[in-house]
């Protein structure tokens, strides 16, 4: 089996470490070629607690995503494990326009929603699955730690109006759930996605924005009253969208936001990791998304706007 | 004549030092024993362009606050300076409580609106002013630096609901501005000081907030689009508020706005100051203001209260 895995940072390397240490001929896909050449110099490691998976130099197949097609004409990948940011999508998406006609199998493991139907018209024959992950994993120098062991979902969401004139194939994503779960990944092959993703969603959409602008990792949005009063009008704002959108989400999403703020009370968030970097973030895939479902079923969400323009406004020329 | 100026900042040792260097006698209020000990044993200079005021160590007469009424006993001032932060109104006030039957001359420096009350209703039978200033003062570690020469405006708010049975004394402003034009100050009695106040509270609730959640100096708002778009829509909000309000504005603000963040381009408003040192900002006593106006007429102002709560969910243990 081959697969392709596009991006090298912390899920990229961790699930394509397992999978090659797993018997799967495994090429990486890095977005500058220095990314390549520095991989396939130095090799990395996936740390867990069990033990380490070294991938070393003469081992790693790592090549700029501008090859992939070239690569792919005579060797065409089973599965494409899209790894990058939500905000890469477009890059990757363009680099790989040559495909446009044949049948892919790719997974996708971005945050938000924006992207899918991005994925899905520039490569309208591909079969597109959505990935909702809770691995963690930590970049390191020399490759990754498995931070926490997680739960993978994958599964079709409702919302890629697909043009494929392929039927949708469940066999897909039954061998990709067995390759991962051989690899040593807890995987499910889920009907309901767009639950999972709704939900995931919704508690980005109130962690991710606050922790940027406040500038705290997540455990300390809850140890304030007039936070958890913000986050929860944030809660009830996109609940009010996601209702009147038909969408159902099953649990209490707001203990689980409580939870989660909880369970990562350390981390910082990727949203407040890309603003400290002077990085783009994904709040329009986030925050953003919550803002057009809102006037597309003619409510309002004014707090996730003004938080949206507050992230956008925000770049690497900042005092501190 | 006898001034006690109340606050050992920026603008307390530029006033205080040329008021003293004028002839007057002026007693310097610190909020603690320490300041007060380190002003009387180092004095202090007030840097001009022109020349330097040296106040030397036995010149200069300086307390912590909490003597001010023993003081007070056997020799009262004419006139107070009140030229601590805002948020720091209510400490000084309780601090000087026992002169509440006493008619005083209490000159207030603070940006923002909402203090006035605190000090009229905790001071019934003084005479209340209000300062607009646009004096530009940089606090260094010996002293203060006059960075820019502006205007100073004094007159009495109508907003204040004064219990006093004095008639409002016009002479005492007079007398103030006589005192601060000697002392080398451009100053102006105004009868329309609303105007004014109502004016730089506008300027302040557009710049500020900004400027402390984006963490960029003032002048970095105009760079980007967005950035102007949204400091619109906070204006346009707060401009309905005031139309509502009848609150009348000469000029156009929208320009004088602009025209701020270009003069003070690389300053840092005292808001992103005090987020930048984990201290409590002005932020309720001006967005708070615009926010509680919207409040009073009917209306509402979405976009400041979302940014008043922002502010007022920022704390010192910030990522970075």
């Known amino acids: 089996m081959i697969i392709d895995v596009v991006g090298s940072g912390s899920l990229g390397l961790l699930y394509g470490g397992k999978l090659q240490d797993a018997g799967n001929e495994v090429r990486f896909w890095t977005r500058t070629a220095e990314q390549a050449n520095k991989l396939s110099v130095e090799g990395f490691k996936v740390t867990e607690r069990e033990k380490t998976i070294q991938i070393s130099s003469d081992q790693i197949q790592v090549k700029p995503i501008t090859e992939l097609t070239?690569?792919?004409?005579?060797?065409?990948?089973?599965?494409?494990?899209?790894?990058?940011?939500?905000?890469?999508?477009?890059?990757?998406?363009?680099?790989?326009?040559?495909?446009?006609?044949?049948?892919?199998?790719?997974?996708?493991?971005?945050?938000?929603?924006?992207?899918?139907?991005?994925?899905?018209?520039?490569?309208?024959?591909?079969n597109i699955y959505s990935v909702i992950t809770t691995e963690g994993a930590k970049r390191q120098q020399d490759g990754v730690i498995r931070a926490g062991i997680g739960e993978t979902w994958l599964g079709k969401s409702s919302d890629i109006r697909s043009s494929s004139l392929?039927?949708?194939?469940?066999?897909e994503s039954i061998r990709l759930q067995g390759l991962l779960q051989q690899a040593g990944f807890g995987c499910t092959v889920s009907n309901e996605i767009d639950k999972l993703i709704y939900r995931k969603l919704l508690i980005n959409a109130v962690i991710n924005p606050l922790t940027a602008i406040w500038r705290i990792p997540n455990g300390e949005l809850i140890t304030r009253e007039e936070r958890i009063m913000f986050m929860r009008q944030l809660y009830d704002e996109a609940w009010a969208v996601y209702e009147a959108s038909g969408i159902l989400i099953d649990g209490d999403v707001w203990d689980q936001i409580l939870s989660v703020c909880r369970s990562t009370a350390s981390n910082t968030s990727s949203m407040l990791s890309d603003v400290l970097h002077g990085q783009q973030t994904e709040v329009q895939s986030i925050t953003g998304q919550i803002v057009s479902m809102a006037c597309r079923c003619g409510l309002s969400a004014p707090t996730h706007e003004v938080l949206l323009h507050l992230i956008e406004g925000m770049q690497p020329e900042g005092v501190s």
């Open 70 to 126: 070239r690569v792919w004409e005579h060797s065409p990948g089973d599965w494409l494990l899209l790894m990058v940011k939500q905000t890469a999508i477009k890059d990757v998406i363009h680099e790989i326009a040559s495909l446009k006609t044949r049948v892919l199998n790719i997974a996708c493991f971005q945050n938000g929603i924006g992207h899918l139907n991005v994925v899905q018209s520039n490569m309208p024959h591909s």
């Open 166 to 171: 392929m039927p949708m194939d469940q066999n």
